[in-house]
């Protein structure tokens, strides 16, 4: 029986770069230990456990069952606890105010709707957001962070990706329900209002890539020049917008927005978090950033944030 209250702690360090490596060698010399050290350390922690971590396969060991198991989350524990450390330090370091630049259509919905987390768990760090034209985000001096759409690699930039972009349609239940409900197809949408915030190149690659490159010219259009929009006015059931699950992540969450189809298109670009060196050297930026790639999964990247 595992004997929890006398669980080796130190040993799940070792045991972490040892199943990581699936080496005892190769985690001694990471760990700056002899084999044998490393050897004890896991034999410990598999006396307080009750079962065999690895097997003997070969000439060599790998994972068992339970090894495999237990090692995703010491894994991703050890990395949870390290990135509290860093937050930790940073906040030690005191707040300040944090200039954020945004195109309108992410800061109205996705900063919108989640900024106030943030400013919740950092009192300290007074926020202050600017929205801009996206393709001006990148050339601003005096902000500390900017979010854009692109490809990345902008010059004398630190940017990192937050999520790639592919677009479905997205309409409110009782706008489904009179379109077909469950049994609605994408030829149902002619019956309904498409909702453009481009020039409708956008639905029309959908249809293209639905089978129905002629749909349309059969359809009515409202057309306006704000992606924030399109999606409110989706929200408010005036007919069916071609958007990101990043932007509408909380509509759909909540049930006020359904993903009708589950056709969708690339549109060639993600979005991106922006700064530069200079600004990383901030604890409120680099606070941030860990809180804002951890919303979008992208936890790795904090470990090239210093």
């Keep these: 029986?595992?004997?929890?209250?006398?669980?080796?702690?130190?040993?799940?360090?070792?045991?972490?770069?040892?199943?990581?490596?699936?080496?005892?060698?190769?985690?001694?010399?990471?760990?700056?230990?002899?084999?044998?050290?490393?050897?004890h350390q896991i034999r410990r922690l598999e006396e307080a456990l009750g079962y065999a971590l690895f097997v003997k396969s070969g000439r060599g060991l790998v994972l068992s069952e339970a090894g495999r198991v237990l090692?995703?989350?010491?894994?991703?524990?050890?990395?949870?606890?390290?990135?509290?450390?860093?937050?930790?330090?940073?906040?030690e370091e005191g707040g300040g105010k944090l200039e954020i630049a945004s195109p309108p259509m992410f800061a109205n919905t996705w900063l919108a709707k989640n900024l106030g987390r943030f400013c919740v768990d950092y009192p300290s760090i007074e926020c202050h957001i600017r929205t801009v034209d996206n393709h001006r985000v990148h050339e601003l001096k005096d902000i500390d962070i900017g979010i854009a759409f692109g490809n990345g690699g902008w010059p004398d930039r630190w940017s990192a990706l937050l999520a790639q972009v592919t677009v479905a349609p997205v309409c409110t239940p009782q706008l489904l329900e009179g379109i077909g409900g469950p049994a609605a197809r994408p030829v149902d949408l002619s019956k309904t209002l498409l909702l453009h915030w481009d020039d409708g190149s956008e639905w029309r690659r959908w249809f293209s890539d639905a089978g129905l490159p002629d749909l349309?010219?059969?359809?009515?259009?409202?057309?306006?020049?704000?992606?924030?929009?399109?999606?409110?006015?989706?929200?408010?059931?005036?007919?069916?917008?071609?958007?990101?699950d990043t932007l509408v992540a909380h509509d759909l969450k909540r049930n006020a927005l359904v993903k009708p189809f589950p056709i969708l298109i690339d549109i060639f670009g993600g979005w991106h978090v922006i700064s530069t060196d200079r600004s990383l050297k901030r604890s409120a930026v680099r606070l941030f950033l860990r809180w804002l790639l951890n919303c979008f999964g992208r936890q790795s990247v904090l470990e090239n944030i210093s």
């Design 71 to 91: 090692a995703r989350v010491v894994a991703a524990a050890l990395q949870e606890i390290s990135n509290t450390a860093l937050r930790l330090a940073d906040l």
């Design 216 to 244: 349309d010219q059969q359809a009515r259009h409202l057309y306006c020049n704000d992606l924030g929009f399109a999606i409110d006015l989706a929200v408010h059931g005036a007919g069916v917008a071609l958007v990101s």
């Design 1 to 39: 029986m595992t004997n929890l209250r006398n669980l080796p702690l130190p040993t799940l360090r070792t045991f972490e770069a040892a199943a990581r490596h699936e080496s005892l060698t190769k985690a001694a010399h990471e760990l700056n230990l002899t084999d044998s050290a490393v050897s």
